[in-house]
């Protein structure tokens, strides 16, 4: 509430890990690389009623590389917001902050993940599953249904220059350390995975126990 906000002498801040206005909400962090962005970062704010709609006192901008995945972004916020807090806190006390409006006509909202967002849709596109992948590692995680019905969890991916006109979820080539699926646009090599009730793996012990074959559809 506004009373308690108002409560300490120089009110209440937050670090928000991500560059507001755009995702405000619960779960930025995700929806920047489910989103494909290719930068992130932290934002200090001097808290008001609203949802992450407070004046910004400092950010810093964090690069997301290609394969960068959920909880490898966490951890470069976690460390670049630390340090920008601090010196946040010597501003106010020193009476130098700036406080910067948001634009609310720029917001974008990450909201709460849903479970189901966490079954891979081969017909998308490769770079969004590939996006989709790495922006539920380490949490909550991706699957797919393998041909006997079982779950099989993808925990690492890469794009690659591949195409094929085989139906979305094809597995159309199987190597020596990954195996390659047909998306609704390009294929996607698969890098990492965990068979159902079993510990996460390199793709290519997977394969060394035959676990999936080509021409396999994965659904």
Not at 71 to 94: C, N, P, S, T, Y
Not at 118 to 126: R, V
Not at 201 to 219: H, I, K, S, T, W
């Amino acid at each position: 509430s506004k009373e308690i906000l108002e409560l300490p002498k120089y009110g209440c801040i937050n670090v928000h890990a991500s560059l507001l206005p755009k995702y405000r909400g619960a779960a930025p962090i995700q929806y920047a690389i489910i989103k494909g962005e290719k930068e992130s970062g932290v934002t200090i704010m001097q808290m008001d009623i609203g949802m992450d709609t407070g004046a910004m006192l400092d950010k810093v901008v964090v690069p997301i590389a290609e394969n960068t995945t959920m909880g490898e972004l966490h951890d470069a916020l976690r460390e670049q917001g630390a340090a920008l807090l601090l010196q946040v806190i010597d501003k106010i006390a020193a009476g130098t902050a700036v406080a910067e409006p948001q634009d609310d006509a720029q917001a974008t909202y990450a909201t709460l993940l849903d479970r189901s967002m966490e079954h891979i849709d081969w017909s998308k596109t490769a770079q969004e599953v590939h996006n989709l992948i790495r922006g539920f590692n380490p949490a909550p995680s991706t699957f797919t249904k393998l041909p006997n019905g079982k779950s099989l969890k993808i925990w690492g991916s890469k794009m690659t220059d591949k195409s094929s006109a085989a139906a979305a979820g094809t597995v159309i080539e199987t190597g020596k350390h990954s195996f390659f699926v047909a998306c609704g646009e390009g294929v996607l090599e698969i890098t990492e995975v965990q068979p159902e009730s079993k510990k996460r793996m390199p793709a290519q012990v997977f394969l060394n126990g035959r676990g999936v074959q080509e021409g396999d559809l994965l659904a």
